[in-house]
T-cell receptor, first 113, second 114 residues
C-alpha cells in the first residue's frame, strides 16, 4: 500500500545544533503537510507544500518540497528546548476521500539544554 | 471555540469489556477521522466520515465500529476490547480553505486494555 517513509526515527541534539528530518514517497505527491506533536499532546498542523521545489520558512524552521514532488524535508536551525516533540509529514491518501492523509512514522526530537 | 474535544481523556479496560470514545467538533467541518497512535507506528487511520451520514474504513478498522451521530459528533466503539487495542486515540477534522488542506486534532484518549 501507499507509504510515506520518514527518517530518522529519533534525533538527539544539543541545544543550538541544527536538526533535519526527511520524508520520502515512491509516488509523486500533490502536496505534503508537516505536523508537530509536543510530548503528551496532539498533532498540530505546521505547513503545507504544493509546488515543485517549494521552500517555505517559519522563523527557524525551513520546509522544502523536492523537484520531483516525491520528497520533503524540515530543517530547524539552532534548536531550542521548545522544539522538542515529534514531527510528522503527511501526504494525501490515494483513492480515499479528500482530506484523507497517510502519515509518516515521525521523527522524535529531543534537545539537551 | 473548543475546536475538537474528546472524552474520556484516560480509560483502563479489562479484556472483553466494551466502551465508546466520544468526539465532538464545533468548527462546522464535514470530514472527521479516528486515528490510533502507537510508539514507532505514527498515526494510523481507523475509520473516517467524509460527511454526515457516511462512514468508511481506514487502514486498521478491525475490532472497531463508528457512528457519525450528526455533523458535530463522531464516536468510536470497541465492542470487545483486546490488549492490542491499548493505544492513544485521536479524533480529527478536516478543512480545505485558501488552497490549504489541514487536519485539526483533539487532545486524545489514552486507553489501556489489561
Amino acid at each position: 500500500g501507499q507509504q510515506v517513509m520518514q527518517i530518522p526515527q529519533y534525533q538527539h541534539v544539543q541545544e543550538g545544533e541544527d536538526f533535519t528530518t526527511y520524508c520520502n514517497s515512491s509516488t509523486t505527491l500533490s502536496n505534503i503537510q508537516w505536523y508537530k506533536q509536543r510530548p503528551g499532546g496532539h498533532p498540530v498542523f505546521l505547513i503545507q507544500l504544493v509546488k515543485s521545489g517549494e521552500v517555505k520558512k517559519q522563523k527557524r524552521l525551513t520546509f522544502q518540497f523536492g523537484e520531483a514532488k516525491k520528497n520533503s524535508s524540515l530543517h530547524i536551525t539552532a534548536t531550542q528546548t521548545t522544539d522538542v516533540g515529534t514531527y510528522f509529514c503527511a501526504a494525501p491518501a490515494y483513492g480515499g476521500s479528500q482530506g484523507n492523509l497517510i502519515f509518516g512514522k515521525g521523527t522524535k526530537l529531543s534537545v539537551k539544554p | 471555540n473548543a475546536g475538537v474535544t474528546q472524552t474520556p481523556k484516560f480509560q483502563v479496560l479489562k479484556t472483553g469489556q466494551s466502551m465508546t470514545l466520544q468526539c465532538a467538533q464545533d468548527m462546522n467541518h464535514n470530514s472527521m477521522y479516528w486515528y490510533r497512535q502507537d510508539p514507532g507506528m505514527g498515526l494510523r487511520l481507523i475509520y473516517y466520515s467524509a460527511s454526515e451520514g457516511t462512514t468508511d474504513k481506514g487502514e486498521v478498522p478491525n475490532g472497531y465500529n463508528v457512528s457519525r451521530l450528526n455533523k458535530r459528533e463522531f464516536s468510536l466503539r470497541l465492542e470487545s476490547a483486546a490488549p492490542s487495542q491499548t493505544s492513544v486515540y485521536f479524533c480529527a477534522t478536516y478543512r480545505f480553505a485558501g488552497g490549504v488542506n489541514e487536519q485539526f486534532f483533539g487532545p486524545g484518549t489514552r486507553l489501556t486494555v489489561l
